[in-house]
């Protein structure tokens, strides 16, 4: 549901690039006409009542029991995820996650489709950090970071003119340029470096992957159920993430020493748009799970 109406979020960027957008679900027609006028959604949403179809393509969530969450119609929901074709309909790409939560925000999603980044959301966070040769810009490509949905970190280095930084893979003997991220309850994942260019040194007759100019590296980032539970509306409003980069800035004739500078923002927290009756589930849930303890529920819990 989130990721619909991010998506309609993005539509005119998509439609530009020449994209239309379809979603799948086993709800009922009536259900989705009513959450198309809620949220303002005008691309197609097909009802698959019985899962025919989501069986067919093999998509079927599996760990959902027959009986779990059967009010909500949880069983017979296809794995979140997303199928990318040509304009004759062949999948060049998909994109799919086993946990039933975890999916790419709209804007993470437009950067997988359009194989660019997206330029910043007007209301994304952002913070920038100054060293010597080097300046750091870092944003996230959503205004918000919600449970289990990946969004994207985006970090700049600005490097001073006439100067450039080892990238990673560098020998040895240099100090490549390396980001490291921090946030309590958020998941990083791998920061996808651009392709460095090759710094012919004759003097050692070898070539160095270097970066000049800017740089622009992206990192995938989840606020997890450590920080957002599902269900439960939210705890604090938003979390600090910040990040560190080391780096040896050089020029034809010296280095300097290897350096480190750090920048910090604070990323809003929204919640999910939840199926109704969620919360309802949520606390019964955990109900069962404490009366289930060997010692039974704490004194403090319901």
């Not at 109406?5 to 439609?15: A, G, I, M, R």
């Not at 989501?54 to 779990?68: K, Q």
Request: charged share 25%.
């Amino acid at each position: 549901m989130t990721q619909l109406v991010q998506l309609q979020k993005t539509l005119p960027e998509l439609h530009e690039a020449g994209y239309e957008v379809f979603a799948i679900s086993n709800d009922t027609v009536e259900r989705l006409a009513d959450f198309a006028k809620q949220h303002c959604i005008t691309f197609s949403l097909l009802s698959d009542e019985d899962s025919t179809v989501i069986s067919a393509f093999g998509i079927m969530n599996t760990l959902i029991r027959p009986d779990e969450g059967k009010h909500m119609r949880w069983y017979g929901i296809p794995y979140p995820g997303t199928y990318i074709t040509d304009e004759a309909g062949i999948v060049v790409d998909k994109d799919f996650h086993q946990h039933h939560a975890r999916r790419l925000s709209g804007r993470g999603l437009l950067q997988r489709v359009l194989g660019t980044l997206p330029e910043q959301h007007v209301d994304a966070p952002k913070a920038t950090s100054e060293g010597n040769e080097i300046t750091l810009t870092a944003s996230l490509v959503d205004p918000t970071l919600m449970l289990e949905v990946i969004s994207l970190l985006v970090c700049r280095l600005h490097i001073a003119a006439g100067k450039h930084i080892y990238a990673p893979g560098a020998p040895e003997a240099f100090t490549p340029a390396s980001l490291e991220f921090h946030g309590k309850g958020l998941r990083f994942g791998e920061p996808e470096w651009p392709q460095p260019q090759r710094l012919n040194m004759t003097d050692l007759n070898i070539q160095v992957p270097v970066y000049d100019r800017e740089v622009t590296v992206s990192v995938p980032v989840t606020a997890t159920s450590a920080l957002v539970r599902l269900g439960h509306g939210l705890e604090q409003t938003s979390v600090k993430i910040t990040i560190a980069c080391a780096y040896q800035s050089c020029d034809e004739v010296s280095c300097g020493l290897p350096e480190t500078i750090e920048a910090a923002i604070s990323v809003p927290l929204e919640e999910l748009v939840e199926p109704e009756g969620v919360k309802t589930y949520a606390k019964r849930v955990e109900q069962e799970q404490f009366a289930k303890r060997p010692d039974g529920p704490l004194d403090d819990e319901p």
